[in-house]
């Protein structure tokens, strides 16, 4: 049988990284040729789409912001359309490690699971503020509460999907609560998932850029909205 060259979709969720995105989409490019990389722009205000217009990327854009919810969901609908049958999400500002992608298709591929997370706490991180560790651990807590499942890193956005096998595998909320929709949906649909470690950055750039503290009051957010007023 003809092997499908593209069967891998790298989903990339873009929302005002015009410094960094540049170098992660060509980085990626470089690493992984045999896979589409799709990019999908959320309607950011800098100059991120102009920088993210590359060679060999397939660059999408929401005409209004919607959150990296719906920026997933956009991304992962384009990865069928194209003929993908697994989709790793991953994200633009540079604090995932593009050499991590391979091991996680690699337990996709061999059947182990259906779904794989990526667990900085089971691999590593650099420069994590200590008030972020802290929430994250204990967002790990609620998850478990309310959908009994136990995962040592429950906001990651770092992961892996068999989008073929799981066509209704499908992501409706936009904003804060979408990291527990994953979560529920893994549930609901009764797919096998993984942690696997992975390596997270938190560089200057990403510490700078001013959304950690917003990043975490929606997390916060997404426990209320996203699990408990269900
Ligand atoms: N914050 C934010 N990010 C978005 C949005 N839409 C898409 N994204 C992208 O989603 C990815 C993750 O966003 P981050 O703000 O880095 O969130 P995070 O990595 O969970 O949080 P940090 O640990 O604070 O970096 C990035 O690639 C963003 O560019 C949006 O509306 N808001
Ligand atoms: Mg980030």
């Not at 529920?184 to 390596?199: A, D």
């Amino acid at each position: 049988m003809k092997k499908n060259r593209y069967e891998v979709a790298i989903v990339i969720p873009l929302y005002n990284e015009e410094k960094i995105v540049k170098d992660v989409l060509t980085e990626l490019r470089e690493k992984y040729p045999e896979y589409r990389i799709i990019v999908v722009d959320d309607c950011s205000s800098d100059n991120s789409y102009k920088e993210a217009c590359l060679e060999g990327i397939y660059l999408l854009k929401h005409m209004v912001n919607l959150g990296q919810g719906a920026t997933l969901q956009t991304g992962i609908e384009y990865a069928r359309e194209l003929g993908c049958k697994y989709a790793v999400t991953f994200d633009s500002d540079g604090q995932h490690n593009p050499d991590d992608i391979e091991s996680f298709i690699k337990v996709l591929k061999e059947g182990e699971a259906d779904i794989v997370l990526g667990s900085r706490f089971l691999g590593s991180t650099e420069n994590m503020p200590t008030s972020k560790r802290y929430l994250l651990k204990a967002s790990r807590f609620f998850t478990w509460i309310t959908t009994g499942i136990w995962l040592t890193d429950s906001h990651n956005g770092f992961r892996a999907i068999n989008i073929e096998k799981f066509p209704n595998f499908e992501i409706t909320q936009n904003r804060m609560a979408h990291a527990s929709e994953i979560i529920g949906i893994i549930k609901n649909l009764n797919m096998r998932y993984k942690e696997i470690p992975c390596h997270i950055r938190y560089t200057d750039y990403s510490l700078n850029k001013g959304q950690s503290m917003w990043n975490s009051i929606n997390i916060v957010l997404d426990f209320f909205v996203g699990n408990l007023i269900k």
